[in-house]
T-cell receptor
Framework: GENVEQHPSTLSVQEGDSAVIKCTYS??????FPWYKQELGKRPQLIID?????GEKKDQRIAVTLNKTAKHFSLHITETQPEDSAVYFC????????FGAGTRLTVKP | EAEVAQSPRYKITEKSQAVAFWCDPI?????LYWYRQILGQGPELLVQ????????DSQLPKDRFSAERLKGVDSTLKIQPAELGDSAMYLC???????????????FGAGSRLTVL
């Protein structure tokens, strides 16, 4: 089955800086790559996703890039704010949806 | 906004007891997933349903866990007997279509937090 690795496990940035989280996947047949944000005690919420026919997608301060050849994709958050502090999970979808281990992002005011 | 309903939100039980979780997906969502999330880790897939059929239960510990979705709508996940290591958040999620379709965006429920003493 699909194996998703996510780095780093923790990330601390200063408010206003950028944050980048990277994921790799193993199954070249995976074709959909969502990112979820999970605040403490709450359910994961979809923040952005990308399909395999696209290399980059942007939504305001959030962007995702996909390199199918290298089988990796990244989440980019610009102009970080304290409310961006949460755990972020990437996922890769083939016959099912497998998640990375998560990145705890802390944005210091 | 449509939501995935789960109950109970919290469950405390003693080891060797039976426990059951219920999930009602968004109306019209044919694909339903159960995930287990241990604190500090990513969601781990337990079972995936397409309508009433199990598509993938390869990571479900079948000696103690069972899942069903008899009418292809709501679903129940059961653990019997519960063990200390089962303490986790059990998340249900649903999507309109199967994973490889264009309707595979996943919506999560609030989860059922299990504590086994």
């Amino acid at each position: 089955g699909e194996n998703v690795e996510q780095h780093p496990s923790t990330l601390s940035v200063q408010e206003g800086d950028s944050a980048v989280i990277k994921c790799t996947y193993s199954d070249s047949a995976s074709n959909y790559f969502p990112w979820y944000k999970q605040e403490l005690g709450k359910r994961p919420q979809l923040i952005i996703d990308i399909r395999s026919n696209v290399g980059e997608k942007k939504d305001q301060r959030i962007a995702v890039t996909l390199n199918k050849t290298a089988k990796h994709f990244s989440l980019h958050i610009t102009e970080t704010q304290p409310e961006d502090s949460a755990v972020y999970f990437c996922a890769a979808v083939n016959n099912d949806m497998r998640f990375g281990a998560g990145t705890r992002l802390t944005v210091k005011p | 906004e449509a939501e995935v309903a789960q109950s109970p939100r919290y469950k405390i039980t003693e080891k060797s007891q039976a426990v059951a979780f219920w999930c009602d997906p968004i109306s019209g969502h044919a694909t339903l997933y159960w995930y287990r999330q241990i604190l500090g880790q990513g969601p781990e897939l337990l079972v995936q349903f397409q309508d009433e059929s199990v598509v993938d239960d390869s990571q479900l510990p079948k000696d103690r866990f069972s899942a069903e979705r008899l009418k292809g709508v709501d679903s129940t996940l059961k653990i019997q007997p519960a063990e200390l290591g089962d303490s986790a958040m059990y998340l249900c999620a649903s999507s309109q279509g199967p994973p490889l379709s264009g309707a595979n965006v996943l919506t999560f429920g609030a989860g059922s937090r299990l504590t086994v003493l």
